[in-house]
């Protein structure tokens, strides 16, 4: 039987620690860390659930320099031999039999970390076969985050994650590109006919399906609104929507979020290239992040979300499906600047009451 215990340099402990050791306070952040890039001294993987959370290499970058190498790695527990050091002895492998991957034991809240052993500026981090849908933050010295990211896709062998981007911008409310069923009755296109292949294509030529308002479903008893009987096995669904254009050097969407709600599996293609897979199944949205291959097929004015659901247990089980696309302004445009905009504001040169 495998060996398992908590790890002896463990710098958090127990599940009040852990959530105390990583200060989350957005103001603070958004003002230490506003450009691009940023500076710190610990990396952090933890997942929001329980779980085993295994790595089998964390690369952190300043330039070409992978400074994770000189640094000293700690776990929440550790299931042998998947000792926390494992993710930053240059082995990308990723064969647990090999002794190259950390591995946490099962529990609530798992979490890796290397510490850097000073503040630093990082351009990107690489991680390498890592448990899916992990969060990533970094902190700086006091142990406040200064960036993070949540629900990384980790269906690659490595995931290359650059430190460009706002973190404070996260905390800009969503707004809806694509909307869910709560917030708008969205109208989809859709067949319970087995389509021809190409159907999460652009242009293929939905004309002959059925136009309905979203979400789809019955028997349903958890989040959403069913406005379409939905009542066979399987359903395909084609909404277009559109992006306005950008200049070159701009991202057409800033801090875009696919929001899925599925029973049973879901799979979902943004211009015909897969942007979610996800199992049975739900009773709430779960927001996933868009890899840059989907990203890339991304274009100004015209793009195409296609939805494929299949209900296992038909016809015995509830079954649902709604899909919406968010995204979350940048702080330009939630603020524009003079040279940008001739935005109005109100002012005063005497001292206000």
């Excluded at 000792?83 to 990723?94: C, F, K, Q, R």
């Excluded at 995931?159 to 981007?165: A, K």
């Amino acid at each position: 039987m495998a060996k398992s215990t908590d790890d002896a340099a463990a710098q958090v402990r127990g599940d009040s620690t852990a959530t105390a050791a990583v200060s989350l306070d957005e103001s603070t952040a958004a003002q230490r860390h506003f450009g691009t890039n940023c500076s710190g001294r610990y990396v952090r993987i933890d997942l929001p659930r329980a779980d085993f959370l295994s790595l089998a290499e964390v690369q952190v970058f300043h330039g070409d320099n992978n400074v994770a190498l000189g640094g000293e790695a700690s776990q929440r527990t550790t299931w042998f031999p998947g000792v926390p050091g494992l993710a930053i002895d240059g082995n990308t492998d990723g064969d647990f039999a090999a002794g190259s991957v950390t591995q946490t034991q099962w529990t609530e809240s798992p979490w890796w970390e290397v510490d850097l052993k000073s503040e630093q500026p990082l351009d990107r981090i690489v991680v390498y076969r890592a448990t899916g849908g992990f969060r990533l933050l970094i902190l700086n010295d006091r142990r406040e985050c200064v960036w993070m990211r949540e629900n990384v896709d980790a269906t690659k062998p490595n995931i290359e994650i650059l430190l460009d981007e706002r973190w404070d911008e996260r905390w800009i409310q969503p707004v809806a590109v694509v909307p869910m069923s709560e917030e708008a009755a969205a109208e989809w296109r859709y067949t319970t006919a087995q389509p021809p292949d190409g159907w999460a294509e652009a242009g293929f030529n939905d004309s002959t399906w059925t136009l309905a308002p979203a979400g789809f479903g019955t028997n349903w008893s958890g989040r959403g609104v069913v406005r379409t009987e939905w009542k066979t096995p399987d359903i395909w669904l084609r909404r277009a929507f559109d992006l306005p254009p950008r200049a070159a050097a701009e991202r057409l969407l800033n801090y875009p979020r696919l929001v899925v709600n599925n029973d049973d599996d879901a799979e979902v293609y943004v211009n015909g290239v897969l942007a979610a897979s996800v199992p049975c199944c739900t009773s709430d949205y779960g927001v996933f992040a868009i890899s840059q291959e989907v990203l890339a097929a991304m274009r100004p004015g015209k793009n195409l979300l296609a939805v494929h659901c299949t209900e296992r247990n038909f016809p015995n089980g509830g079954q649902y499906i709604d899909v919406g696309l968010t995204d979350r302004p940048s702080l330009k445009e939630v603020v524009p600047v003079s040279e940008e905009s001739a935005a109005e504001w109100r002012y005063t040169a005497s001292q206000p009451p």
